[in-house]
Nanobody, 119 residues
Framework: VQLVESGGGLVQPGGSLKLSCAAS????????????MSWYRQAPGEEREWVAS????????FYADAAKGRFTMSRDDNNNAVLLQMDSLKPEDTAVYYC?????????WGQGTQVTVSS
């Protein structure tokens, strides 16, 4: 499974960004909709932390406290992609954001996209 994130960049505090994660090279017999998809982030000098997840099939979403009310994760199974809409961004949201796909005990990660929130 190959994951490619995009959409990061520099934004002022209070601004918005929409991240995308596109999946390809899925294993034979498994559709994208079977994967639990998540976003993580890692700030400089910090450990990688979970941001949000969307379940397979039902599409239920779960958010870390830092993301609740500001971030919205969604999945587009027809296009093998997940999105992360980030609003009301704060400087502490600055990090490299990673997409993760999980299925049957296997985890797949993208290369990350940099988000910088600064005036």
């Amino acid at each position: 499974v190959q994951l490619v994130e995009s959409g990061g960049g520099l934004v002022q505090p209070g601004g918005s960004l929409k991240l995308s994660c596109a999946a390809s090279e899925l294993r034979d017999g498994f559709s994208f909709s079977s994967f639990l998809m998540s976003w993580y982030r890692q700030a400089p000098g910090e450990e990688r932390e979970w941001v949000a997840s969307v379940t397979s099939i039902t599409g239920n979403t779960f958010y870390a406290d830092a993301a609740k009310g500001r971030f919205t994760m969604s999945r587009d199974d027809n296009n093998n992609a997940v999105l992360l809409q980030m609003d009301s961004l704060k400087p502490e949201d600055t990090a490299v954001y990673y997409c993760r796909a999980h299925l049957l005990g296997n985890n797949y990660w993208g290369q990350g996209t940099q988000v910088t929130v600064s005036s």
